[in-house]
Each structure stands twice: as C-alpha cells, then as structure tokens.
C-alpha cells in the first residue's frame, strides 16, 4: 500500500446523512474479481440516469470539483453492507480523506486498508467546512493529527483523532497481514491451548 | 461482566504491552477466530491477495464457503446466464479446492444463505467468534457468539491468520420487556424494527448489543436470529443473546455440533461461562416495552424510517424532530419512494413481496407467513416470490406441504438464495415498483435501480400479497 502522504485539496460538498455502502457503489459492480477500476461506479446511480448520462446536480458531476480529494459529508456515512469495493471504489476515484462527524464501523475499517483516512470532526467544524466549502482548501497533517484550514490567507488548525496502529499502518503503508504474521507464536500457543481446554472450537 | 465480555477475554491472542505496532493501550487486541464464513462476492480479492503474497490458509478447516448473492432462484438446472456471475462462482469453487476449504456449491444439499446454514449444520456455537465479509453475520449472535462482518482485507487476514486485531467495542443492552398480545401478528420483526426505528440507524455505532429480558428468553432460535441480524441496522458491530437451554436443544445433533461427551461438556461450559448476569455493567443501556407494538412496515430508505401499520406517512419535520439533516433525508426519501406525508400505508398499492432474506427465510418464517396464505389468492395487481434461506429449508417447508400452500396461492417457490434482498441475481425490482420485503435494508436501489422498498414481517408482507396493498394482519388473526 502507498503511505500516506501530506497533501493539499479544496473538498468536494455531499450534503446528506446516513448514505450507504449501496449508494457509494451499487451491487451491480460487486462481481468483479480484482480490486481496481471501480472509481467509474462510485455513487453511479447518483452520478449517471438510467441511460448513463451524467445527472447534471450531482456533485461529483459538476466540474468545479473535478480532482479534489477529500469528500466532505454528514453523520454515519458508509452504513450498511461491508463491501468493501465501497472503499475501493473512493480510492480508485482519487479521494485520499474523507471527513464526517461520523463513521459506519465497517466501511471506517476498511478506509485504512485502502490507504484512505477518514477523519471526524465535530459537527460545528464540518458545518463550516459545508458554509465555506468554495473558499478553504484543506491540508491534510496525518502526523500531527491536524488539518491546516486556509480561507482566504487566514489560516486555522482543526484538531482530529486516529488510532495510533491505524495512523502508523497508513503513514508507513504496512502490510498488515505479514505484521500479524509475526505474532504466530502467540496464535500457536493459543490454538494449543485451546485444543485442550475447548477441543470444539479448534475442531469442525 | 457481560456476556461478549467473556466471549472477548477467551478470545484474546495479544492484547499489546509488549512493544511491537499494537502495543498502546487501549488500542486494537488480537482476537481468535473461531469459525469462518465465506461466499462468492467478498472473497475472490482476498484470495488473490493470499497468492500474490505467497501465503496459505491458516486453518481452512474453521472456514466454510458457500454462494448464496448472486445465484440464480429458478431451477438448478439451468445454466447461469450472467457470465460475470458464472465466474464469481467458478472463482469460488477454485479458491477452494486451492486453499482446501469445505464448500456448499450449487449441487450441495446444504447450500443456502451463509447465516442459515451456519446454525443449521451446527457450525455457529455459543460462545465463538465468528466473522464474514458480509455484514449480517451479527444473525449468528443469537447463539451468544460474538459474530460480525467484516471487509474483504479482513477476510484475507483471517484466512492468513486467523486472527484479527480489533478495538474492543463498547457494550450496549437492550432490555426488551412487555407481552405481546398478538404474537403471531406481532412478530421479532417488528420488534428489531421498533427498535431500530427508536435508537436510530447509528444508534449502536460502535457497540455489541445484548438483548435481554424474558421475552428474548421465550422466543424460538430462528426468531432470535431475526432480532440479531438486524443490530447491523442500529450500528451495531455485533448483537447477542444469551445462551440457554432453548440454544442447546437447537444446536444437539448437528452435524458439525460437537457430540455426545463432548457436547455435554460444551453445555457445561456455556451455562457456567455464559450465563446471563443480573449485574453486568453495561456501557449503555436502554429499556423497550414492546407490549403494545403493532405491526411495522417502513416507509422510507432506511430502516429507522418505520411506522405502525396503522399510521399514515409522517412529515419529514416530524420525522426528524427538528434535525435539520434528517429532515432533508426524509424529504429526498419521501421523493424517492413518491410518497406524500399523511397518506395511510395500507391506501399504497404494492407491486411486488419477496419473502425471503436472511432476516426472514426460515422454516418459522415461512410457517408464520403460511398462516394468511392458506386458501387465498395473490392479489392479480402482485407478483409474488418465497425464496427459502437453504436448501435444507425449502425440503423441511416441502415435508410440512408449504409450498403448495403458497404455489396454490399464486407465489413463485423458488430456489435458495439471497435473492431479491440485494438484487445481485436476476431478481430484482423494476423502476418504479413498489416492493413489500422482508429483507432487511431498505436503501435507494437496494433491490433494483429506482425500486421501492417496505421492509415487514413475513405475515405482514404475506398478507399485502393477498391484498395487494398493507393490511392491519392483527385484524386477520
């Protein structure tokens, strides 16, 4: 996985709530076998009418927005089901950060593995990120936690939390499978014990 | 402590302190997993990612596969059309044979929905963890497992390790009280739903919950299943039930339950370690009389967006109760499902039911659903379909004469699968209908481009297929 670099976006404006994983990307583009190329698919029946022409209304159509790299929603976003072709779909797309006052649990995990940070913000700092959305561009500081808010030559720092072993899997882009891998000594030892103590949850 | 605290505590490989990236406090645990679930769409990825890697299956004895999402409901016998589909399957099947793990395939008596035949073959047992890259694996926590969805890098972590590191989640109970008066009319769905409906969508984010209280303790396995499956619908990362003597009598001579000494042994374990506790603290807690619930039906895309079937369509500034986000959600809502506030639900005319889904496809659901079909006819303004959870399911309903009590009535009886939940095989809404489901998720598009969704109990979608619109089934009863 890339690391996860410093970078500097204006951030493209989704107001609403609760949106799910079956609006980032419909099930019909869930029978692929690989990992990329779904970034064509994401949001598609927002994005496209039944005939496949762009909805002219949606965001992701309006060419104001064309490459930026944050998307800026509301509370529980990524609800629903656990596909994470949701999150690659965003990262295929080229979105880097998402920011929300909240997270759906699953799609918030599988963020991480993609090398996308989604950062939560309280309410109040994503309302004024929605009021000023054409004037502020947004840096991105995973390090020290922090966004450099510019509006106007005024700068500001809004504050956000990450998960130490997150934040490190992001910035060094760390296999997390072959760290895991590392630990088997203590897998073993547990599988033994086990078999002895519960012989039916190490057996089928 | 609570019962996933237990669960938690014997699951626990590495919980960090000794140096290494995992090693902060209150940071992620290495977590057993016990049993692993796999199917068709969430796994071919991880797979791939295994043999880029070089790596292997660490216990493909724990991991079960089946496909269930995209197969086709006619008959067996015919060949799947879709060839994008065909190769997911095909892709299955490979994987494997390749990494050595069971499989129900299409031929396999025991195919069907993932989270029916895990109970149903006696794989989910009290007191394990159990994950799936599918988020309804929370149905298999009416055993008392700690069981939950998870994305397909996970999948590929626990198929190399069989482990995953996890931030240990709050603990949430739901203490569910009241008798109802009409318990076959008033069903868990309606429970789960009114739950749903009262914490709200995100209302669990973040927790595991525990249902409590004695009507949890009356209701029958599958019925617990339905209140599980939906805590994904709250938020929640898991939900759970207790263990008791209703689990055990579920779970004695399944096939891959453990037997005779052994199983007695487990039982041992499970009411010593599982117990229900009248004192463990919980993180949050809430209280829900459902004594005098009525029938539920939802109105809007999603599932927090429920009424009483005897309710007309609120207005969105109700709704939302002065949220102003919520409030636009229910207005693109209203929009998306053309509907206006004050009409009753029972005045919609309905298009199409799907009996069906993880939520709602077992034997009680099929049985219960019997009830309003027998000697009646399908609306002719309806098409109607039961897709059985499994195989199994579909030739236990067959024994008991179901499907032509539902065939003489005017509903297709089709093969297993998740069908019309997720509209990833040939099963799915046009535009514009208008569906009664007893599936779980109600989103825009979820069961077809432009489709519209109302999600209710088997009885209640059973009934609006007589009917052709929502009727008050209490009436009927």
């Keep these: ?204 | 402590m609570t019962t996933f605290d237990t669960i938690w505590n014997n699951h626990l490989v590495y919980t960090g302190g000794k140096g290494g990236l995992h090693s902060r406090d209150g940071g992620p645990s290495l977590i057993y997993i016990d049993r692993h679930l796999i199917h068709e769409v969430t796994s071919p990825q991880a797979f791939e990612g295994l043999r880029v890697s070089g790596r292997k299956a660490r216990r493909p004895d724990l991991t079960f596969a089946t496909m269930d999402h995209n197969v086709p409901t006619d008959s067996r016998s015919l060949p799947i059309i879709d060839e994008v589909s065909s190769t997911q399957i095909q892709t299955l099947v490979q994987n494997c044979r390749e990494f050595g793990i069971t499989l129900f395939d299409l031929a396999s008596p025991d195919q069907g929905i993932v989270h029916i035949i895990g109970p149903q073959l006696g794989i989910t047992l009290p007191g394990t963890t159990i994950v799936c890259g599918d988020s309804h694996t929370s149905t298999h926590g009416a055993f008392g497992a700690f069981a939950f969805g998870i994305g397909t890098s996970e999948v590929e972590h626990v198929l190399a390790t069989q482990c995953l590191w996890i931030e240990k989640p709050k603990t949430f109970a739901i203490n569910i009280t009241g008798v109802r008066k009409n318990p076959h009319t008033v069903t868990p769905k309606d429970i789960i739903l009114s739950i749903i409906r009262r914490i709200g969508t995100a209302g669990a984010t973040g927790t595991v919950i525990e249902y409590r209280g004695n009507t949890i303790s009356e209701l029958s396995m599958e019925q617990r299943m339905t209140i599980c499956n939906m805590s994904i619908e709250a938020g929640a990362r898991a939900g759970l039930i207790t263990p008791d003597q209703t689990t055990f009598d579920y779970i004695k001579g399944r096939r891959y339950a453990p037997r005779d000494v052994e199983f007695e042994n487990m039982v041992d374990f499970w009411q010593e370690n599982l117990k229900a506790n009248r004192n463990a603290q919980f993180d949050k807690s809430v209280s829900v009389n459902i004594g005098g619930i009525a029938p539920q039906v939802t109105w809007g895309t999603n599932p927090s967006m429920t009424i009483d079937v005897t309710e007309s369509i609120p207005y969105p500034e109700e709704f939302a109760k002065g949220n102003e986000s919520e409030t636009k959600a229910a207005v693109r809502a209203l929009q998306y499902m053309d509907l206006s506030p004050g009409v009753h639900i029972t005045d919609i005319p309905i298009d199409r039911v799907f009996i069906g889904s993880c939520t709602n496809s077992r034997l009680d659901d099929l049985m219960e659903a019997s009830l309003v079909v027998k000697g009646r006819r399908v609306s002719s303004n309806v098409r109607a379909m039961v897709v059985p959870g499994s195989q199994q399911v579909k030739l236990d309903a067959e024994r008991l004469g179901l499907d032509i009590v539902f065939k003489e009535a005017g509903f297709e009886w089709r093969e297993s699968g998740c069908s019309m939940c997720l509209g990833m095989n040939p099963d799915i809404l046009g535009r514009g209908e208008r569906c009664a489901s007893t599936s779980n998720r109600n989103f825009e598009g979820r069961q077809g481009a432009g489709g519209r969704t109302h999600l209710s109990s088997p009885i209640m979608a059973a009934a609006a297929a007589i009917e052709g619109h929502f009727v008050d089934v209490r009436e009927w009863l």
């Design chain 1, 1 to 204: 996985m890339e690391p996860f670099r410093r970078f500097k976006s204006k951030a493209i404006p989704l107001d609403m709530v609760n949106i799910d994983t079956d609006q980032i990307i419909p099930k019909q583009f869930l029978k692929l076998v690989h990992k990329t190329g779904y970034g064509k698919y994401l949001f598609y029946d927002w994005r496209f009418s039944s005939e496949g022409k762009p909805i002219e209304d949606f965001v992701l159509n309006n060419v104001k927005y064309n490459n930026r790299q944050i998307l800026l929603t509301r509370d529980n976003f990524g609800s629903g089901s656990s596909r994470e072709h949701a999150a690659w779909a965003i990262r295929d797309y080229g979105l880097k950060t998402i920011i929300a006052p909240s997270f759906a649990d699953i799609f918030f995990n599988n963020c991480f593995k993609n090398g996308i940070l989604p950062i939560r913000l309280s309410q109040r700092e994503v309302e004024y990120l929605f009021q000023n959305i054409d004037n502020v561009e947004l840096e991105i500081n995973l390090p020290a936690q922090e966004i450099i808010v510019t509006d106007s030559g005024n700068s500001k720092i809004m504050h956000f939390e990450v998960e130490e072993s997150k934040k490190r899997i992001l910035l060094d882009g760390l296999d997390e499978i072959g760290i895991t891998l590392r630990y088997h000594p203590y897998i073993t030892e547990y599988e033994n014990r086990n078999s002895t103590k519960l012989p039916s949850y190490q057996k089928s």
